[in-house]
């Protein structure tokens, strides 16, 4: 399938000759995207040409091409989500990485970020503003305004909730072309606050899991941030042992073994009552042995973690807690005070960690969990922590089922990440397989799924397709919305319903 | 050929596409400025136009669903084999991405489709005159003089390269001459060929193959148990492509490769050698890839790729952390009077210069422009000059330098080091 001559001149015009190609290898490195490769992008598809636009005109002037001449477009930016990876034919790859401009608001601790931004490029400018952000657990490479409106989660949402909360003002190339602009951005030059006239249309930006594309392209986002420590960390090492080294007047890391689960949980509430803490979560302990063997190979993580088999306990909770002073030291000692008292009344004994960044500051290094067996997939909720707790031990314990062909990992549980302050939890249970079993882990995910529908329990980025009629028919709402926003259907079709886990679209003409 | 891109389809097929390659290690990003890494995939932002990307048309190659499309071979000419993206990924993943990188190239010479033109004519001046430029071969001595005094014999060869012979003569000059004073007994040989990196790093590894013969039976006939270099391309070389080629592990070579900053560097910290001249001069250092994150040792490993990542047997990787990193930068600051200033990207994490792979051969242009990119970040320390341990950047850089109004200078380390020689 290849593009109309017109219809790649009339985009040519728009960015120059050279930031689009119809190249056969431009287009085939551009159909398949990061998280889930292999999994989610199984039946993607060459788009017809891949375009890099600079700015939010140019944008526009793709999209209304693409209206007039009956294309599809996918916008994708460091393209770690495999859902914009092109599905169907005649789909226009919008590679967004030109944009990248960013301005830092200091007084009024905001950013305006264009899509092409990846959290990395921020977080110390940040710094030496005396502000910061944090990264999601898929690293900072990711892009700051494709993983706010994605969900922006990440294990400092203990403290400062999930990311989608903080989006302010926005400005939004809606699927036939319009540009919408939202907060105060649609009454005057500046995006310093959310709210606008009108209904609040953040809602369809975001959700758990965005829109991936299926509701346009949005060019500029305004994303709070906050005020950060006095001191800089500071980076230390080289290649895989590269990490910041923390003010250790302001920065406390712990680690804490609990007898149960349940003893975890009950810290975990406690604590969240407490208001203390920058980062609380149970690490999956099969991850703990992965971020252990990092940079000295899969070998040495199965040598470890097989020695470890008649020592890990499937009951026993792992807590990592990351406490900052941010107001000042005296805070930091009070924090470290209460975390003592509490987990030691529920059972553990909280042991200093290194003070090195573990904490999504900047390392955010899970994408080392592919490097035992080169494909994982991720099955997660949100949801109360004791629901988090009941579903990750279940799923630990179905997977067994299939071990072999997917690795052992003893029913260990994974990782449990509560947000604002325990009010909500993510469970995540990394499952990893060999590049030739996704179809093993596949079928481990349908169970869960399957599970979960008799249990109304509501796993995150799911299908609406599958989950929808089980829930409020929510997948026939966002149909209504895809239809009036989309008129014409070429907005990555059939997103944001669709392309979930292991349901891939078949490609169409 | 010992090294196909067969054996590494499975490295390809690992890649998660994360886009890490893109970036320098995001710890040491001090700025959006200088954050990214990778040269082509600055300069054209397309994801082909990364490891990202050329990962994925290694598997289609492969699998028969793509050719060798003009732009795929504009990608690989214009790729420097830098090595960045194979260190960042390997900071969480156990993949041979470089390894992919020069596996296609080679594939692509397999097929016609490779290399550039000049490169192939690169190749034909080497294999008629045994260097690079065509130069007879005679002249390849010719940049010695009267004041340098080379042994018949010794346990030390300085293996010249073809530009510090025929182009960078300062160089080999200056290298000479600190060896005389360091009192290293040393012996040059007329009978050195291109080391050739020209033809590794463009995938031509058959006429590669004859540079790696013919040298390994020069060293043996002197019987020099060290070698050293002033090129990090030639170091890397004899280090890591010698060995690869021979299925072999460097240290089961027979012989040391050094560089002349791991020598003056050992001489100092043991007190032997002193710079003792001032040099009053603020400094940067651009770690050339080749003597950095690519100069590991290599260690052969010839397993199998069993379940979940595990491999039998086991396997050293290369990592990019142990390059040669800290000697040129004790050098400098040992020197009384120098000021060494970081740039934002240095180490592991250091900006190509643009002359690797051939690049800079197939496509000035680009290169120039990946070049002026390093002179930016050298501008953004306040230094009056950069120094470096390799002819190809000295080159590039110089010739970069001498198209801006900065006036920032130029150096190779052996030239400084000479001149705070008391």
């Keep these: ?110 950013v305006v970020s264009q899509p092409g931004v990846a959290f990395s490029m921020v977080q110390w400018e940040l710094f030496k503003k005396g502000l910061f952000t944090f990264v999601p657990g898929s690293g900072s490479q990711c892009s700051v305004v494709a993983n706010h409106i994605f969900c922006g989660d990440a294990p400092m949402g203990w403290r400062y909730g999930l990311g989608y909360r903080r989006i302010l003002a926005c400005e939004w190339v809606l699927p036939d072309g319009e540009i919408l602009k939202l907060g105060t951005k649609s009454m005057i030059d500046d995006y310093f606050w959310g709210e606008g006239p009108g209904p609040d249309l953040r809602g369809l930006l975001r959700g758990t899991k965005g829109h991936s594309g299926g509701l346009g392209v949005v060019t500029k986002l305004a994303f709070k941030v906050f005020p950060f420590v006095p001191e800089m960390p500071w980076p230390v090492g080289l290649g895989p042992h590269a990490t910041y080294q923390l003010p250790e007047s302001r920065f406390k890391i712990y680690n804490c073994r609990f007898p149960s689960i349940k003893q975890l949980a009950d810290a975990v509430y406690e604590l969240g009552k407490c208001e203390i803490g920058l980062v609380v979560m149970h690490v999956d302990p099969v991850f703990g042995y992965v971020a252990r063997a990092r940079g000295r190979g899969a070998n040495v993580f199965w040598e470890e973690f097989t020695k470890a088999k008649e020592t890990l306990d499937v009951n026993q909770g792992w807590l990592r807690v990351v406490l900052c002073g941010f107001t000042s030291e005296k805070q930091l000692a009070y924090e470290e005070k209460v975390l003592v008292e509490v987990v030691t009344a529920h059972g553990a004994t909280a042991k200093p960690a290194r003070p090195f960044d573990e904490t999504n500051l900047q390392s955010a290094d899970a994408i080392s969990a592919n490097f035992v067996g080169r494909r994982f997939a991720s099955i997660l909720y949100f949801e109360s922590l004791d629901h988090c707790v009941k579903v990750g031990k279940e799923n630990a314990e179905r997977k067994k089922k299939y071990v072999p062909p997917l690795p052992d990992t003893y029913g260990l549980p994974g990782w449990y990440v509560p947000y604002d302050f325990a009010h909500i939890c993510k469970e995540e249970n990394l499952n990893q397989s060999d590049v030739d079993d996704v179809v093993t882990l596949g079928e481990l995910a349908n169970e869960c799924r399957q599970n979960d529908l008799k249990m109304g329990a509501y796993p995150w980025a799911e299908d609406p397709n599958m989950f929808g009629p089980a829930f409020f028919g929510y997948d026939r709402k966002l149909k209504e919305i895809k239809e009036i926003f989309d008129p014409c259907n070429v907005s990555n079709p059939p997103a944001p319903i669709g392309h979930g886990h292991f349901t891939p679209t078949k490609p169409t003409e | 050929m010992p090294f196909k891109l067969e054996d590494y389809a499975i490295d390809a097929a690992g890649c998660p596409r994360c886009s890490n390659c893109k970036f320098i290690e995001h710890v040491w990003i001090k700025s959006a400025r200088f954050a990214r890494q990778c040269p082509i995939n600055v300069m054209h932002r397309f994801n082909l136009y990364s490891a990202h990307g050329l990962m994925h048309s290694a598997l289609s190659i492969l699998d028969g669903t793509l050719e060798f499309t003009p732009k795929l071979q504009d990608a690989l000419e214009k790729c420097t084999s830098c090595g960045a993206c194979d260190v960042r990924c390997k900071r969480n993943l156990d993949l041979e991405i470089l390894a992919v990188i020069e596996t296609l190239k080679a594939r692509a010479v397999e097929m016609g489709k490779g290399p ?18 065509g130069s007879p071969h005679q002249n390849r001595l010719k940049w010695m003089t009267k004041e340098i005094k080379v042994a018949d014999k010794a346990d030390v060869l300085y293996f010249v390269g073809c530009r510090a012979s025929y182009a960078d003569k300062e160089i080999a000059q200056a290298t000479a001459r600190i060896l005389n004073k360091a009192g290293i007994d040393f012996m040059v040989s007329a009978d050195e060929w291109c080391c050739g990196y020209p033809l590794y790093s463009t995938g031509q590894l058959d006429a590669f193959q004859k540079q790696v013969k013919h ?67 603020k400094v940067t250092y651009h770690d050339p890839c080749n003597l950095g994150r690519l100069s590991e ?75 002026s990119e390093r002179l930016e970040e050298v501008k953004a320390t306040g230094a009056e000059a950069v120094v470096s341990c390799c002819p190809a950047c000295k080159e590039i850089l110089k010739e970069a330098a001498a198209k801006s109004s900065e006036g920032i200078k130029v150096y190779d380390i052996t030239e400084i080091i000479l001149q705070a020689m008391a």
Excluded at chain 2, 117 to 126: G, R, S
Excluded at chain 2, 248 to 265: A, K, P, Q, S, Y
């Design chain 1, 1 to 110: 399938m290849s593009i109309p001559k017109e219809a790649y001149q009339a985009l040519q015009s728009i960015v120059g000759p050279e930031w689009v190609s119809d190249d056969p290898a431009i287009c085939n490195a551009d159909m398949k995207g990061g998280a889930g490769t292999g999994i989610r992008d199984i039946d993607s598809v060459r788009p017809v040409c891949s375009i890099q636009p600079r700015t939010t005109e140019e944008v526009q002037g793709i999209v209304k091409i693409a209206n007039r001449y009956g294309l599809l477009y996918s916008p994708t930016s460091t393209f770690f989500n495999a859902d914009t990876a092109p599905h169907l034919k005649n789909t226009i790859l919008l590679d967004l990485k030109r944009m990248e401009d960013f301005e830092i608001h200091e007084k009024d601790m905001y």
């Design chain 2, 116 to 133: 550039a033109l000049v490169n192939k004519a690169i190749a034909d001046k080497i294999a008629k005159s045994n260097n690079r430029y």
């Design chain 2, 215 to 281: 040298n390994l039976d020069m060293l043996q006939k002197s019987g020099a148990k060290t070698v050293i270099l002033s090129c990090a391309e030639g170091y890397k070389t004899w280090k890591v492509d010698y060995p690869k080629m021979l299925d072999r592990n460097t240290e089961d070579m027979g012989f040391r490769v050094l560089h002349i900053v791991e020598l003056i560097d050992e001489l100092i910290k043991d007190g032997s050698f002193k710079l003792k001249n001032r040099l009053d001069m």
């Design chain 2, 297 to 371: 040792p290599w260690y052969h490993w010839d397993g199998v790729h069993k379940k979940w990542g595990a491999l039998e047997p086991p396997k050293i990787w290369r990592r990019g952390d142990k390059g040669v990193y800290e000697p040129p930068r004790d050098i400098l600051t040992s020197i009384p009077g120098i000021e060494l200033v970081e740039m934002e990207r240095m180490r592991d994490n250091s900006w190509c210069c643009g002359a690797g792979a051939g690049a800079r051969e197939a496509h000035e242009d680009y290169a120039m422009r990946v070049a």
